[in-house]
């Protein structure tokens, strides 16, 4: 009986995991390249009272066994890397990945992170950085007299300035990173990621070479949240965890049956 106990225990613990993973999933809708996060579970160790193959009279071994599930634990949250819907907004710094890859940006201590948010900016010194201020990396600066700016799908950033006006000038190239396990891949918030053991050594490409993906100009990416199958997945972890309780209920209602046998 006490062991119903601790099963129900565990599955409470992992549909509380599954509604923060949910909510969490729900709360960055409109994110900008934000990847929702899936669950997986495993279920923990068997007592086998009787192991299958047993013989039961001399030379019949049972066909099957007797085993008693200890319940079930969050096995792991992955990032789910599929493209999100590309949004129109006509800012010619807005940039999207469509395909496979990474922005890559310099953080403050000098190390490189990795993100699908594309909108960049200029800062005081006219370089591109992430609305956090972040410098792209490779650095990029625009001309002080540069009168606008084009990103094409493979990368290369052009300008036209007062002093051509009637010509582009190429100021530097947008490459993307890539990971042989992008789920691998350690989500630090500000819509950023660091490279991991698990993630593999990132390989960089130009856009549109190597299996990289393009930048459309003028776009970013939504996130990949599906409200849908999120409110199917609040209901079901609601209800997992309801069943978990009754599954408590029920077991405390047969001790106290037992108890009362002793009465």
Do not use: C, W
């Not at 792209?136 to 051509?164: K, W």
């Amino acid at each position: 009986m006490i062991r119903a106990f601790n099963t129900a225990a565990t599955g409470m613990t992992a549909q509380q995991f599954q509604l923060d993973n949910t909510a969490n999933n729900l709360a960055n809708l409109n994110t900008t390249g934000f990847k929702r996060n899936e669950v997986a579970f495993q279920d923990l160790l068997y007592l086998n009272l009787l192991q299958p193959g047993t013989e039961q009279f001399q030379g019949v071994p049972l066909p099957t066994g007797l085993q008693v599930g200890s319940g079930v634990r969050v096995a792991n949250n992955s990032k789910v890397f599929s493209e999100g819907t590309l949004n129109n907004t006509a800012n010619p710094l807005d940039l999207a990945i469509q395909g496979d890859g990474f922005f890559q940006v310099t953080v403050t201590d000098g190390t490189t992170r990795y993100t699908r948010d594309g909108s960049f900016r200029l800062n005081a010194n006219n370089q591109l950085v992430s609305s956090d201020g972040y410098v792209l990396t490779p650095n990029i600066t625009i001309p002080p007299d540069a009168q606008s700016i084009a990103v094409g799908p493979d990368g290369t950033v052009t300008v036209v300035t007062a002093t051509s006006p009637t010509t582009s000038t190429s100021v530097g190239q947008i490459t993307l990173a890539r990971f042989p396990n992008p789920a691998g891949l350690s989500a630090e918030g500000h819509n950023l990621y660091n490279q991991t053991a698990a993630s593999g050594q990132p390989i960089v490409a130009t856009p549109g070479q190597n299996g990289a993906g393009t930048i459309q100009e003028g776009f970013l990416e939504g996130s990949n949240v599906n409200v849908v199958q999120e409110l199917v997945n609040l209901i079901l972890a609601q209800r997992g965890y309801e069943f978990n309780t009754r599954a408590v209920r029920v077991a405390d209602e047969m001790l106290q049956a037992t108890t009362d046998l002793v009465r």
